[in-house]
């Protein structure tokens, strides 16, 4: 028993001192997460992803975004047939926020609903700090299925809003769902999955 609250070797305390800070890292409410966006559910801070990503500004490129995506079963079109990001014609999802990424799988999970993506982080959308340029935004298709579990499960906010309980945000805009993702959806081991 002792050797296990004492590592002998120093290989076996740095061990133990690494998985204790990825403990705190993941226990401190706040940790990589930007003053004014909600936290995920369970009161950890929102910026801790899936796959350990650590920070709600974790950048993807659009190849590791779209790997993510593809092996989650979520497609995406462009209407120019185009990644470039610096066209609005294109859908890209260069420099998207890994926690987006997870977001969107999160919901995907929760809902059983297919989600086919129209819009990242290319030119052509609204600015701002939680904007599609910057990451934190994604447009996908209505569908009966998503509409009907996004308006029956989350909380409407009014003006065609409905907040999930992490915080996250789906706007109902016309013809798709432009979402805000503050966080992953409660995508963290052992919180159930809220979008």
Not at 60 to 72: D, E, I, M, V
Not at 163 to 185: F, P, Q
Request: glycine share 16%.
């Amino acid at each position: 028993m002792k050797s296990i609250l004492r590592p002998r070797s120093t290989r076996a305390r740095m061990a133990v001192a690494v998985a204790a800070g990825a403990t705190l890292a993941l226990t401190v409410p706040g940790v990589g997460q930007a003053a004014d966006a909600p936290r995920a559910a369970g009161g950890v801070g929102a910026g801790v992803g899936v796959g350990g990503d650590v920070g709600v500004q974790a950048k993807l490129s659009h190849s590791q975004a779209t790997a993510k995506f593809r092996a989650a079963g979520i497609t995406w079109t462009s209407s120019g047939g185009c990644s470039d990001r610096n066209r609005p014609n294109c859908t890209s999802f260069e420099q998207i926020n890994s926690a987006t990424v997870d977001g969107v799988i999160t919901l995907k999970s929760a809902s059983g609903c297919a989600i086919r993506l129209t819009g990242g982080t290319e030119t052509g959308h609204a600015s701002g700090t939680y904007s599609h340029w910057n990451g934190y935004k994604v447009d996908f298709g209505l569908t009966n299925c998503l509409n009907n579990y996004i308006q029956g499960t989350f909380t409407s906010i009014g003006g065609s809003k409905w907040k999930s309980g992490s915080g996250n945000v789906y706007y109902k805009e016309g013809n798709h769902w432009d979402v805000t993702y503050y966080n992953c959806g409660g995508c963290l081991a052992g919180q159930r999955a809220v979008g």
